[in-house]
């Protein structure tokens, strides 16, 4: 695992290709009219659980940075400001853009004529990730409900965390069991209790990774969860999940220059690439009929989208990401 048990390189590698694979689900599966072969629309669907390999990662990450901050309830208000200056800034903007695009679309020619132009209360509910809440509020962008999903595990896990971080095995397991049954209470897919038991499969190898829990106890409790999630959910993200910890604990230190770089601008990508990418896949999707024109457009879409993304990351998300770390507590 390396010496060095906070430095796990790869995450950042396993973001990028996370973003990457979701940005090749849309380009290819969600534009209309496109793409009709059948295996490549089966192949690359496959590519909306890059959302299932983000969870896993959060489910690392956040309690590793809370463990090595020492954290407790008295550090809840600057955990959570930090959380929101990190991810909120660069939400903020991709907002706008969608506004802009939404409304925007009307006025372009060949567009569908149907007005998606957001109200007022919808872009009021995003800025608390309140959309889920109420049945006809609609995102502005379909892969915001995975934001929901985030700041809800965020709100859970800043309360919850002290069981389990408890010297007290019941408390712990009192935690684990919290966790476990939320997944059984019914919510659809935008709501935290879902994916309980999916984010605590990599919960669980952190306390495992940082000597919280033992080598037994991690993986009598991963057994569970295989058991818990295939039931849930299905095979695939349990395959998804049990891929990315077996990467994450026997190649750490794995990158490339390219998924590092992926894995750099992986959130404002993952923001924006349905807006600016697909509107310029969109555009161009009618004119094509042969099979590299396509391709061209579909990798046009992704130089355009990692653009825009690098500019996203370099003016606005790395700049609050630096103002957040010298807040309070490290989290």
Request: proline share 3%; net charge positive.
């Amino acid at each position: 695992m390396g010496k060095d048990k906070d430095h796990i390189l790869v995450i950042n590698s396993l973001r990028g290709i996370a973003a990457f694979s979701v940005v090749l689900y849309h380009f290819i599966c969600t534009t209309q009219d496109f793409v009709h072969t059948d295996w490549i629309l089966e192949t690359f669907d496959y590519g909306q659980r890059g959302v299932q390999l983000f969870f896993i990662i959060s489910g690392i990450v956040i309690p590793l940075s809370m463990i090595k901050s020492d954290y407790s309830l008295k550090h809840w208000k600057h955990f959570i400001l930090k959380r929101f200056i990190r991810i909120e800034p660069p939400y903020l903007v991709a907002i706008a853009i969608g506004i802009i695009y939404l409304t925007g679309r009307n006025f372009i020619p060949g567009t569908a004529a149907v007005d998606l132009t957001p109200s007022i209360r919808d872009v009021g509910l995003h800025l608390g990730y309140l959309v889920p809440f109420f049945e006809d509020a609609k995102w502005i962008n379909d892969v915001f409900w995975t934001l929901a999903v985030e700041f809800q595990y965020y709100l859970i896990l800043s309360v919850l965390i002290p069981l389990l971080l408890s010297s007290k095995w019941a408390l712990r397991f009192l935690f684990y069991g919290i966790f476990i049954g939320a997944g059984f209470m019914g919510t659809n897919y935008e709501f935290f209790p879902h994916w309980a038991p999916y984010f605590l499969m990599g919960i669980v190898y952190i306390l495992y990774r940082k000597n919280r829990i033992d080598k037994i106890e991690m993986l009598i409790l991963e057994l569970i969860l295989i058991g818990v999630n295939i039931y849930l959910l299905d095979w695939v993200d349990v395959l998804i999940a049990v891929s990315a910890l077996s990467i994450i604990h026997f190649g750490s230190h794995l990158k490339t220059g390219i998924t590092l770089f992926l894995g750099k601008i992986s959130y404002s990508l993952y923001l924006i690439h349905s807006l600016i990418g697909a509107a310029f896949i969109n555009f161009l999707s009618h004119q094509c009929e042969y099979f590299w024109q396509k391709l061209l457009v579909v990798l046009g879409g992704i130089l355009v989208s990692v653009f825009s993304a690098w500019l996203l990351y370099r003016f606005v998300e790395k700049p609050t990401h630096q103002f957040a770390k010298k807040i309070g507590q490290k989290a």
